[in-house]
C-alpha cells in the first residue's frame, strides 16, 4: 500500500505505530481512520475551533492565543483551542508541515545521515547588504544573542551547530541539543501526556543552520554596542579640558 509512498508519509506512519507522537506542540494520533492534530495540553472542553480542512493548520499556526502573530513557528506559543482531523498521512505531512515548517523532512535526513549543519560563522560571514556586519560579531556577543534567541522559552528547536569548527555554544542548556544521538525511530526521547495519561515519542525540531531571527537579532547586538561605544567616546572627548 505505502510502496511508492513519500518517504516522509513512510516515516508518518511508523511514527504513528504507536497510536500518537509528540511533535513541537503538537500532539498527532491516528488509531483509527482519520488522523487527529491538536495542542498537546489541550482537552476537549478547551477546543473550539475544529476542522476537517488542511489548509486551516496554516491559520491555527499563524496567531498565539492573544492574537499576536508568530514570527517563529517553532516558539512555545501555539494556542491550544484548535482540532485538525484530517483523512490520511499525505494531509497529516502538508499540516505539520504549516506547524514546523521543513521538520519533518529534516528528521528523515537526519535519520539517513543526510543533514549537513552550518556552524554560525559560516551563516554570519555568508551575509549580505544590511546584514554584512553580523560576519564581523565578536565571539562573545555572539554567544550573548544565540542564547537570548534560541532559548528554549522561545524557540522548541534542537540546535545541531556550533559557534565555529573550535567553539561550542555557551549559553543554552542542555535540552537544547541532541542529548541520545542522531535520531532514529527506535531512541526519540518519550514525554508524559498528561491528557491521554501515558508517553509518547517526541519527534525533534531540529535547527540545522541560524535563522533570519537569530542574524537579526545579532545584527541589533552588534549596532547597540557600537552606538554605547561612540556615545561614551563622545562622552569622553567631551569631558576634555585641554
Ligand atoms: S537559530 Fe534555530 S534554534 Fe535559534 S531561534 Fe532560530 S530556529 Fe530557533
Known amino acids: 500500500m505505502l510502496g511508492n509512498a ?32 491538536r495542542h498537546y495540553k489541550s482537552d476537549d472542553l478547551s477546543i473550539t475551533r475544529r476542522s ?6 496554516r491559520f491555527f499556526a499563524r496567531f498565539d492565543s492573544s492574537g499576536a502573530y508568530r514570527p517563529l513557528k517553532s516558539a512555545p506559543n501555539l494556542p ?4 485538525l482531523t484530517l483523512p490520511g498521512l499525505y494531509e497529516a505531512r502538508l499540516a505539520i508541515d504549516d506547524f514546523y515548517p521543513a521538520a519533518l523532512g529534516m528528521l528523515l535526513a537526519r535519520m539517513e545521515g543526510r543533514l549537513a549543519p552550518v556552524d554560525f560563522m559560516k551563516t554570519a560571514t555568508r551575509q549580505t547588504g544590511m546584514y554584512r556586519i553580523v560576519g564581523r560579531i565578536e565571539p562573545e556577543l555572539a554567544q550573548e544573542s544565540i542564547g537570548a534567541t534560541c532559548h528554549p522559552q522561545a524557540c522548541m528547536r534542537v540546535i545541531l551547530w556550533r559557534l565555529s569548527e573550535q567553539t561550542p555554544l555557551k549559553r543554552l542548556p542542555r535540552e537544547k541539543f541532541e542529548t541520545t544521538g542522531p535520531a532514529s525511530i527506535l531512541n526519540l526521547p518519550r514525554i508524559y501526556i498528561p491528557t491521554l495519561g501515558r508517553q509518547v515519542p517526541q519527534v525533534p525540531i531540529y535547527c540545522a543552520e541560524a535563522c533570519n531571527l537569530l542574524v537579526a537579532a545579532c ?17 569622553a572627548l567631551n569631558n576634555r579640558t585641554d
Do not use: Y
Open 6 to 37: 513519500h518517504p516522509i508519509d513512510v516515516l508518518l506512519k511508523q511514527l504513528l505505530k504507536e497510536d500518537s507522537f509528540l511533535i513541537g506542540e503538537v500532539l498527532v494520533s491516528g488509531a483509527g481512520k482519520e488522523i487527529l492534530l
Open 52 to 57: 476537517k480542512n488542511v489548509a486551516d493548520a
Open 80 to 83: 491550544a483551542d484548535w482540532e
Open 219 to 235: 545584527r541589533s547586538a552588534i549596532k547597540k554596542e557600537q552606538k554605547s561605544t561612540f556615545e561614551v567616546t563622545a562622552s
